[in-house]
């Protein structure tokens, strides 16, 4: 099965609160590859990137290393367009 | 197999920080000296026990979220003639998208600057609310989230543990059997000390 990965860093000021967390999933679920995202630091874990509260749960604050990894036949893309997702600031100001 | 792995140049975040470490420290300090952010909060930290309403009166989403915030009110938990103005906040963000992420459960929130601390209560409606929640069920219990505006981290923590019990099938079972304010904090010591 086709596997991406990419790293990226949540960049808005107020972090993956619940609408970046909602819109991600949104995208992710868009997608037919299973998407896990995993936040590095220091208290490592692993989120279903197509599950709200799972994504809600990482608590991933401004400046937190993420990791995402799609597995499935559209990959490539999905891992492309998520990152930049988190990249756009998940179209917040700041 | 198709695999790709892309370059750490493609990290395009602009507003990097020098290391998550400094980051968390410098907020930390903020807060208070030597306390980490990252420390697992506890509920019974933040959610006003004296708040919680075993079972709402409203049927509405709006209904219920007036009933919460004026309940906190009550308990003193909310900065004086504040309440309309966070009533209406969370009312607006709802708006934006549901905060009912399914399985019977909404956490409604808001960001007000008049509030100094995170404060939280629970409400439970036996009947079920319409809060058009993405799975489109009724929801049984809200968790009503009020933060400062500044410090997200503790916002972000404290989502952190109110979902990370929500998705316990037992949890949410028994929240919603609890039918006494007594029931609903002995559940929560519960979940506080892991059980």
Known sequence: MPKATQDVKICNRLGMHARPAMQFVELANQFRSNIVVHKGGEEPEDADGKSVMSMIILAA??????????????????????AQLVNDKFGEDE | MAFMQMAPEAMICTTDRKGGDSFVESVGGALSPGKKV???????????????????????????????????????????????EIIAEVIKREQRGSTGLGKGVAVPHAKNSQIKRIVSVIGRSPGGIDFSALDHQPVYSVVLLLSPSDHPELHLSAMNIIFSNLQKDTFRRFLRQAATREAIVELLDEADQGK
């Open chain 2, 38 to 84: 990252q420390a697992p909060m506890k509920l019974r930290e933040f959610i006003v026990t004296d708040a919680i309403v075993p079972s709402l009166i409203a049927s509405d989403r709006e209904g219920a979220i007036r009933e919460l915030v004026l309940s906190l009110e009550k308990a003193g938990a909310l900065p004086q003639e504040a309440s309309e």
């Open chain 1, 61 to 82: 604050t401004e400046g937190t290393p993420l990791t995402i990894t799609a597995e499935g036949d559209d990959a490539d893309q999905a891992v492309t367009q998520l």
